[in-house]
């Protein structure tokens, strides 16, 4: 219990330790999937925030969904590659941050998500907060309270 009630999950924003948006690799509602397949395979991420063409937060996207619409039932179908855009597999149902929630809540939405987006008020993207980073967080509050 007092883990959670003095450490810095409690302490610390989403603010203050999410990678911000000019670090993200995203992909926007209008690209074609082989675009949005190409920046998911060359960062080597499963999955990438879309952004809107006004940087808004659209929802993600990620490799499963696209491999899913080339598989076809006897071969692979690369040209819907070409034919098919991010708005048309893009998920929308997603929760998303504010900056200024506890890690607390981070937590509680990366048990069932990877990564989870940060919007302002107005629905502007500004980061997002990773499993990884809040896994970091625990651990060091977990040696700082033992030592
Ligand atoms: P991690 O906790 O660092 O393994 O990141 C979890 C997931 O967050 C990754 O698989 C990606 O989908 C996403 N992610 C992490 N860092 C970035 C980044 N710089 N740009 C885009 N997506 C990212």
Redesign the pocket.
């Given at each position: 219990m007092d883990l959670i009630q003095d450490n810095h999950l409690t302490q610390f924003t989403v603010a203050d330790v999410m990678?911000s948006a000019d670090?993200?690799?995203?992909v926007q509602l209008n690209n074609p999937l082989e675009h949005a397949l190409l920046v998911l395979v060359k960062?080597g991420?499963?999955?990438?925030?879309v952004l809107d063409t006004s940087y808004k937060l659209a929802g993600t996207i990620?490799k499963t969904v696209i491999l899913n619409q080339i598989i076809g039932l006897e071969h692979f179908e690369g040209e819907k590659l070409s034919e098919l855009y991010v708005r048309e597999v893009i998920n929308e149902d997603i929760p998303v941050l504010k900056k200024e929630d506890t890690l607390l809540k981070g937590l509680d939405k990366v048990i069932n998500y990877?990564?989870i987006c940060v919007v302002d008020d107005e629905g502007y993207f500004a980061g997002?907060l990773?499993?990884?980073?809040i896994?970091k967080q625990m651990k060091r509050d977990y040696y700082q309270q033992k030592y």
């Open positions: 990678i670090k993200v690799a995203h960062s991420y499963s999955a990438v925030p990620g990877p990564f997002i990773t499993r990884r980073t896994l």
